[in-house]
């Protein structure tokens, strides 16, 4: 999770987030639970192992999503049907 990411969720228009090689272990739902304009999402390279459900719900522009270098044992993406994924 991120500690601070309240502070992205004020940036309104921002469209590439770049947050690999961050040793993140766990993606949770608050932490993208904020309308975005989000199309690139780079998560690589962390040490992520879970990922809730519903999390990349509100990134309703994401297009490309780079999961690779993970430690990934489930995760659900059926609602991004548009998405690029790189795993």
């Not at 940036?11 to 090689?21: F, I, R, V």
């Not at 690589?44 to 990349?56: G, K, L, P, V």
């Not at 489930?74 to 609602?79: A, D, H, K, L």
């Amino acid at each position: 999770s991120f500690d601070n990411l309240f502070r992205i969720s004020t940036l309104n228009n921002l469209e590439k987030l770049d947050m690999s090689c961050n040793k993140l272990k766990r993606i949770q739902l608050k932490d993208f639970n904020f309308k975005n304009q989000i199309s690139y999402l780079n998560l690589s390279n962390n040490d992520i192992e879970t990922i809730d459900n519903h999390t990349f719900d509100k990134c309703s522009v994401l297009l490309i999503l780079d999961l690779s270098f993970n430690k990934i044992k489930v995760f659900s993406y059926q609602r991004l049907n548009s998405v690029e994924f790189f795993l």
